[in-house]
């Protein structure tokens, strides 16, 4: 079966730097992406791992260990902005697409 | 950044009527579109993948006579509510995925049932 985790809430401060984490397992694995969401909107693409690593983008940065089942999404310099949700979903073998349950991200003064 | 355009964007309707939403990738060819439904504060759940001329594959536990899905061209895919009840009211999403493998979302349609 398909099991993705990450939290459900965090709180971080305007300008400091705040790590998502995401678990998964999953029959198969082809990738893992990160997605924003704000409320009412679509989800928007961050990133995409396939090899184990970490890739900056800007102020995001995403990381993946396949052996360990693990990624986390690294947001710097944080701004008011950024306070939404942040999905982690994984391609599975069959190339489907499972989301975790979201993490909503509040930034605060 | 390829584009999906999904319309309506927001659709309200008498309990028992049908909506069609529309899901369109504007500057490439999707050969498969999927179907996400999301309930307030939860994430995105995967109602089916459409695959352009052939039969949609649906997820456990969705039904396929209520939500009916046609991909007839590699450019368009629709998803009719049918026989809509209050508790189909959700917020629908459609994305697809472009050949390079890379995965674009429409702007979601906020359906209502009264």
Redesign the interface.
């Known amino acids: 079966g398909q099991n993705i985790d990450q939290p459900t809430e965090m709180t971080a401060t305007e300008g400091a730097i705040v790590q998502i984490n995401c678990t998964y397992q999953t029959s198969g694995f082809n990738g893992l992406f990160w997605y924003q969401q704000h409320a009412g909107e679509a989800p928007t693409f961050l990133s995409y791992n396939v090899l184990d690593g970490l890739e900056e983008k800007g102020r995001f940065s995403s990381f993946l260990s396949r052996s360990k089942g693990y990624s986390y999404l690294l947001l710097k310099e944080l701004q008011m902005k950024d306070s939404a949700s942040y999905l982690c979903a994984v391609n599975n073998a069959g190339n489907m697409l499972t989301f975790g349950g979201g993490t909503r991200l509040m930034v605060k003064p | 950044g390829a584009v999906v355009s999904?319309h309506p964007s927001r659709v309200i309707c008498k309990s028992g009527t049908s909506v069609k939403i529309e899901c369109r990738s504007l500057d490439f060819q999707a050969t498969?579109m999927?179907w996400?439904r999301q309930f307030p504060?939860?994430?995105?759940?995967?109602m089916a993948?459409s695959n352009e001329g052939s039969k949609a594959t649906y997820e456990q536990g969705v039904e396929k006579d209520k939500f009916l899905i046609n991909h007839a061209s590699l450019t368009l895919s629709t998803l009719t509510v049918t026989s809509a009840h209050p508790e189909d009211s959700s917020?629908y999403?459609c994305?697809a995925?472009e050949y390079s493998?890379?995965?674009?979302?429409?702007?979601?349609s906020?359906l209502t049932v009264l």
């Not at chain 2, 504060?41 to 995967?46: A, D, E, N, P, R």
């Open positions: 999904q498969t999927f996400y504060k939860q994430s995105l759940m995967l993948t917020f999403i994305s995925r493998g890379e995965l674009f979302f429409g702007e979601g906020r």
